[in-house]
């Protein structure tokens, strides 16, 4: 006779307290989707809008010498920032800033300690 028994797993028929849609992945269940639906797509519009920002940038600022290298560099940096606003949208950039995390969890903690003491500093004040 064993000592250690295998439970079945919990699921929607077997535990009465938890709701359907909480197993299916979403932590609000199925209200949550229209708000991520309206995130999603207001990134993917702050996307478009930085792409255009890069493009004031590119005609407004010079075009040639030191300066004219550095507008190019601001403006390339933008575009990409935009680009990856539209292609990774919300989700994408939760999963980018979990993988950070992963990989770099002193730098993480340290920067969470300093955010988390400026806040405190900032709502004292």
Do not use: C
């Not at 028929?13 to 207001?42: D, F, N, V, Y």
């Not at 601001?74 to 979990?98: C, P």
């Amino acid at each position: 006779m064993p000592l250690i028994r295998s439970t079945p797993p919990i699921t929607p028929k077997t535990s009465p307290t938890i709701p359907k849609q909480a197993h299916k992945g979403s932590l609000a269940g199925s209200g949550s989707a229209p708000a991520g639906k309206k995130a999603e797509e207001w990134t993917a519009s702050a996307g478009s809008k930085v792409e255009s920002l890069a493009d004031t940038i590119r005609d407004k600022g010079p075009g040639q010498g030191m300066l004219g290298k550095a507008n190019e560099a601001v403006a390339s940096t933008v575009e990409r920032t935009g680009e990856y606003l539209q292609d990774k949208n919300l989700h994408g950039m939760m999963n980018d800033m979990t993988d950070l995390i992963k990989r770099n969890p002193l730098p993480a903690l340290f920067v969470g300690l300093g955010v988390g003491y400026l806040l405190g500093r900032a709502m004292r004040s």
